[in-house]
């Protein structure tokens, strides 16, 4: 069964709490960039208090000292699992994972909201493959000894090959059929995504914008079970 993670894309820690408090069965929640640069590691240190697994996306790119000192900082705070950019390259992860701890690192592929033509003009090329490209990065990342990576839904079939057996898939760009997709090009179902073997499952927007947010977690915790 693969686990449902909240991204906590509100405006402000009071924001958070007061969505967090109906939701008392969620165990994993994500922080991405605009909540950590407006509330910073106090925030994660109170969603620590409250039981919560979390989930520091910040998808670090940087030189290898830097980075590693990011994801240093992270595990003192008690992060479970943290993005960096595999397009980093090889020095660069190798040296987050050192400095990992019980940090889970995951690296990011390609992201969801790119689509193939898209992805090779940010990569200066004209046209590329996207199962290729991610299975490729997949690669670099589990030569790093990272925990694991991020991709699409529909990629999930491509990384595992390049994994290590137990290694984490995070997928985002997770919606109900009936959900909308919102910016994200590269979408896929609860049900779908975990059973090609996800093990992680990152849902925002359905799940902030509903009436009743945690009967919304329960359906896609369900969902993603009957898999």
Known sequence: ????????????????????????DLRWVKVGSV??????????????????????????HDIPNTVAGAVAAAASLGV??????????AAMLSAAQTAAGSVGLVGVTVLTSHDASG?????????????GEVARL???AAAAGLRGVVCSPAEVDVVRPAL????????????????AAGDQVR?????????????????????LNAPNPAAVLAEFTAEAGAA
């Open 1 to 24: 069964m693969a686990e449902i993670i909240l991204a906590l894309d509100v405006d402000s820690a009071d924001a958070g709490r007061r969505l967090l408090d109906r939701m008392p």
């Open 35 to 60: 909540l950590m640069t407006r509330e910073g590691a106090p925030f994660l240190l109170e969603l620590r208090a409250r039981g919560l697994e979390l989930f520091l996306d910040l998808k670090w």
């Open 138 to 140: 997949a690669a670099v």
């Open 187 to 207: 979408i896929g179902t609860p049900r779908e995504a975990a059973a090609r073997g996800a093990t992680h499952l990152v849902v925002g927007r359905p799940i």
């Open 80 to 89: 479970s699992m943290a993005t960096v950019h595999t397009l980093g390259g």
């Open 119 to 131: 992805y090779a003009a940010a990569t200066g090329r004209t046209e590329v493959g996207l199962a």
């Open 164 to 179: 290590a057996d137990g290694a984490w898939v995070v997928v985002p760009g997770i919606r109900r059929a009936a959900d």
